[in-house]
């Protein structure tokens, strides 16, 4: 990781958070750079909004040339990590070219993808260059399960994309991401032997929620897969089960957060500080750049630096989000796992470690 920019992420992230002040300290440092690259998709998960036919979303890239750009003005951002998702990003062709020169350049990549489209030669390519962590999206342990709830994909699917990044792109830490509905709720701990069975140590539970691009999805769609208050105790006992397991596993999680935060997002009560607009931004398939998905400026890189997008007015807005109570996209758990992600240990015994002393933290 390049010293330098981590120097000036950590000084800027103990300003903003030591000092609880929201306006008067603008990081010059956009950490992480999160940017959906399209919003073309080979899937229609249930949980995701292009579900059922939705018609509110056209098929649209980034540009080719914007990508490009953005390249030469992420080192004006100190940035330290660039996010790809979509839509599915694999199926933006020049994404490999787009991570090997950002590795290049000292700037770490992640990528959150279905991985249906990884077999051997695709899997080498990210490796070659340079990719350095991959979320594969899997809802449930059982094939038949998740590949309900993820429609077009297949469970063997990720399970052998699994092994061609562990052959090919052996430096790629990769994880696992499971969307928690209602649906499967009870199979968290599953899912963490899982996970564990394939190899993969590392296993981010995201709790469906209703903010941020979902909102758009009918109210009968989301209210069968929201997580509420009467689900609690199962989901609770669930993710002690879980916490056990991979406490004795070695498999990292983000449960520890979610013991504590997710009785508190239910019944909408103020926790943690979102950092969308602080440390990490998420620009859109057009070029408009926000806080989050929810908070997206009108302004675009089309005309603007990146810089100045990021010193705008509209990453502001973010400080005095009304969502925050019931946001369970806070940037504060996309950035502490992304970090984590590159910056985790790589040997088994270290991690074990790691995700007990996470734990005791
Ligand atoms: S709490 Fe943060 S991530 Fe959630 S909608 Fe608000 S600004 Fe976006």
New binding site residues.
């Given amino acids: 990781m390049h010293l330098g920019r981590l120097l000036k992420t950590i000084n800027c992230g103990m300003r903003y958070l030591g000092t609880g002040a929201k306006n008067e300290h603008r990081p010059e440092v956009l950490t992480v750079l999160v940017i959906k690259l399209t919003t073309r998709c080979n899937a229609r998960c249930t949980i995701c909004t292009l579900a059922n036919g939705n018609k509110t979303y056209s098929h649209q890239d980034l540009p080719q040339e914007m990508a490009h750009k953005l390249i030469s003005q992420l080192q004006k951002t100190n940035t330290l990590l660039v996010g790809f998702t979509g839509g599915e990003p694999l199926l933006y062709e020049p994404l490999p070219e787009i991570i090997r020169k950002l590795t290049t350049a000292h700037i770490h990549t992640h990528i959150c993808t279905n991985a249906q489209l990884i077999d051997r030669s695709m899997a080498r390519l990210l490796g070659q260059a340079g990719l350095t962590s991959a979320s594969i999206s899997l809802d449930h342990p059982h094939p038949d399960i998740n590949d309900s709830i993820r429609a077009g994909t297949k469970h063997s699917r990720v399970v052998s994309a699994v092994s061609y990044m562990q052959q090919e792109a052996k430096n790629t830490r990769l994880s696992l991401g499971m969307t928690v509905t209602r649906h499967n709720l009870s199979a968290i701990e599953q899912m963490v032997g899982f996970a564990n069975s394939i190899g993969i140590n590392y296993l981010k539970l995201q709790p469906y929620h209703t903010?941020?691009e979902q909102h758009i999805k009918p109210s009968t769609q989301a209210d069968s897969l929201c997580i509420r208050d009467k689900d609690l105790p199962v989901l609770l006992e669930n993710l002690h089960l879980a916490n056990s397991l991979s406490l004795s596993q070695g498999v990292m999680t983000n449960i520890p957060m979610l013991l504590t935060e997710l009785p508190n997002s239910i019944y909408g009560i103020r926790r943690l500080r979102?950092l969308?607009?602080r440390m990490i931004a998420f620009m859109d398939q057009t070029g408009r750049l926000g806080?989050?998905p929810?908070?997206l400026g009108d302004k675009k890189f089309t005309d603007n630096s990146l810089l100045d997008l990021w010193n705008d007015s509209v990453m502001e807005a973010?400080s005095n989000?009304p969502?925050?109570p019931r946001?369970f996209?806070?940037?504060y758990g996309e950035l502490s796992y992304l970090m984590s992600l590159v910056s985790r240990p790589r040997s088994r015994m270290l991690q074990q470690f790691w995700t007990r002393f996470k734990t005791w933290g």
């Fill in positions: 903010n941020l979102c969308a607009g806080a989050c929810g908070m973010a989000c969502q925050l946001c996209d806070t940037t």
